[in-house]
């Protein structure tokens, strides 16, 4: 049966490629027309369907430098052994929703969504783990650390995002969002969603180094 990659491009309102956030997913069994339907679908409500007993959906804290007026830009792939090539079908996804704040945190700053399938013999664990990037963040993800020390996740968003994540990516009774490894091919459907207080530093998103400061040493 054949399986499906999905990568979704989140346009930044520079409207320059290099600028979007980038994520990407994946899918066992993904058979037919109907199975790719509820696949993007699934995908679409996981940025923008608030869950239940949450204040907001995934997209709502995201930094007000990801367009709201460019839609999101999905291209699927069968996957097949070798390089992916061409996409199969590409496709707009609605809107994302509003920011919920109006301060962002620094553009290369992220929230790591992991998700993984269940121990099998012979298979290393790191053939059945993936990771999402949720970035860029407004302010309302962080929480100040304890004592005033290093910042956190908030454990509300960390919920909004694996809740989320299993209402919709991992809801699907046919087709299921999977964990896909280019070691051996495999392609193994997700067990479960998890979210540390840990933010992650992504260098490509940040700001182009233009400006710096330099002094000779004191010996010169």
């Avoid at 994946?26 to 699934?42: G, I, K, Y």
């Avoid at 699907?172 to 051996?184: F, I, K, Y």
Wanted: aromatic share 6%; glycine share 10%.
């Amino acid at each position: 049966m054949p399986d499906a990659y999905v990568q979704v491009s989140l346009a930044a309102v520079t409207g320059i490629a290099r600028d979007a956030s980038v994520n990407t997913f994946a899918f066992a069994d993904v058979d037919d027309e109907l199975d790719t339907v509820n696949m993007l679908e699934a995908i679409q409500s996981f940025y923008n369907d608030v869950p239940a007993t949450h204040p907001a959906a995934v997209s709502g804290y995201f930094s007000n430098t990801l367009s709201r007026d460019i839609p999101p830009v999905a291209k699927v792939w069968t996957i097949v052994p070798g390089p992916l090539g061409e996409p199969n079908l590409t496709v707009n996804l609605d809107l994302i929703a509003a920011s919920e704040n109006g301060d962002d945190l620094p553009q290369e700053v992220a929230a790591c969504l992991s998700f993984g399938a269940g121990v099998e013999s012979g298979v290393l664990p790191r053939h059945r783990k993936g990771r999402i990037y949720l970035g860029p963040l407004n302010l309302s993800t962080m929480n100040q650390g304890i004592g005033g020390g290093q910042p956190e996740v908030s454990e509300t968003f960390a919920r909004v995002c694996v809740d989320s994540a299993a209402a919709t990516l991992g809801n699907l009774p046919l087709g299921p969002h999977a964990v896909w490894s280019r070691v051996g091919g495999l392609v193994t459907p997700t067990t479960y969603y998890k979210m540390d207080q840990e933010f992650d530093t992504q260098r490509r998103r940040g700001r182009p180094a233009n400006d710096s400061q330099s002094a000779p040493a004191g010996r010169l």
